[in-house]
Structures are given as structure tokens and as C-alpha cells.
């Protein structure tokens, strides 16, 4: 079981940047894959950013590629969001998620264990 916190959202122009950070409570928290997943208003849940346990490799939905950076400092079980060029439709309360399976899962339902969430609105 791991417990998971996330902080780093607010209010932002576009074109501007934040750093999401979720903090980790986990006996083994190198054992798990990490996402970020957004939920924006009146939308499903969608996948964002996800980091393997070493860190060395990471994945993105197609929207935040080249935008947003994922990683992950194991020594303080803490990931983070890199979130730069934002734009109005990125707003969306932000959640990680972790899983004990492999980098490459995109669906929600692959993890079981998630966090509160924290909201990043930008405006135009």
C-alpha cells in the first residue's frame, strides 16, 4: 500500500509553468510505477505522464509531449510534473497514481492507489 500526496497547483497565465510534486508514504517506493493523470472539468480522467521505478524511462500522452517532464527522486519518494507552455486546456485537477505493473499503462484503472488531487487552472 502506498499513501500519496500531491501539492504544486494553482493559478497560472498561459504560457507559464508549475512544478507538481507527489509525495510518497510507501515501504518500497522504488516498486512502483508513478503516473500523472488530469481530470478536467465535466471530463473523464485521462492519462498525462507516467515514470518506471528507476526513473530511466518515462512516457506521455501525445497532448503534454515536449511540454511536461516527469521524474522521480527515490531517495526522497517523491515524483514530480514539470509542467511548461501551459495552455488554458490543461486546466484539470492533477492526480498521481501508482502501480506496482509496468511503465506503459494509460488507463486509470491499471492503478490502485491515487492521491487527493490538486488543481491547476490557466488562464488565457
Known amino acids: 500500500q502506498v499513501q500519496l500526496v500531491e501539492s504544486g497547483g494553482g493559478l497560472v497565465q498561459a504560457g507559464g509553468s508549475l512544478r507538481l510534486s507527489c509525495a510518497a508514504r510507501?515501504?518500497?517506493?522504488?516498486?512502483?510505477?508513478i503516473a500523472w493523470f488530469r481530470q478536467p472539468p465535466g471530463k473523464e480522467r485521462e492519462f498525462v505522464a507516467a515514470v518506471s521505478r528507476s526513473g530511466d524511462s518515462t512516457n506521455y500522452a501525445y497532448s503534454v509531449k515536449g511540454r511536461f517532464t516527469i521524474s522521480r527522486d527515490n531517495a526522497k519518494n517523491t515524483v514530480y510534473l514539470q509542467m511548461n507552455s501551459l495552455k488554458p486546456e490543461d486546466t484539470a485537477g492533477y492526480y498521481c497514481?501508482?502501480?506496482?505493473?509496468?511503465?506503459?499503462?494509460?488507463?486509470?484503472?491499471?492503478?490502485?492507489?491515487w492521491g487527493q488531487g490538486t488543481q491547476v487552472t490557466v488562464s488565457s
Open positions: 497514481a501508482a502501480s506496482g505493473g509496468p511503465l506503459g499503462m494509460v488507463r486509470a484503472t491499471s492503478y490502485n492507489n
Open positions: 510507501a515501504r518500497s517506493f522504488s516498486s512502483y510505477t
